[in-house]
């Protein structure tokens, strides 16, 4: 009922910036929470970033570096990325929990993933 397209991602120099988009279409009624993880190989699946009504977290590892930011009239999230490090480089996903119906409970709802390469 929910569909996520991610964009943005790529291969750049260390130091360098991307930018992620993550374009939620469908049938929406509310969306609660919006996420950036990622998963680099060998490693578990860990929350980045993430933004609802009542403000947005970061990883202690990309804070200072990292932006999130949301366009609730395109239900799009973004993720700025700025100073990248080579331990940036993972496969990033969006996690949209959104609910359909005003009479429906949220699901989760994951994008497809984007890999973010840095290189030195």
């Known amino acids: 009922q929910v569909q996520l397209v991610e964009s943005g991602g790529g291969l750049v120099q260390a130091g360098g910036s991307l930018r992620l988009s993550c374009a939620a279409s469908?049938?929406?009624?509310?969306?609660?929470?919006m996420g950036w993880y990622r998963q680099a190989p060998g490693n578990q699946r860990e929350l980045v970033a993430s933004?609802?009504?009542?403000?947005?977290t970061y990883a202690d590892s990309v804070k200072g570096r990292f932006s999130i930011s949301r366009d609730n009239a395109k239900n799009t999230m973004y993720l700025q990325m700025n100073s990248l490090k080579l331990e940036d480089t993972a496969v990033y996903y969006c996690?949209?929990?959104?609910?359909?119906?005003?009479?429906?409970?949220?699901?989760?709802?994951w994008g497809q993933g984007t890999q973010v390469t840095v290189s030195s």
């Open positions: 469908g049938t929406i009624f509310r969306i609660d929470f």
């Open positions: 996690l949209v929990k959104a609910a359909s119906y005003s009479y429906t409970n949220q699901n989760n709802y």
């Open positions: 933004i609802t009504t009542g403000g947005s």
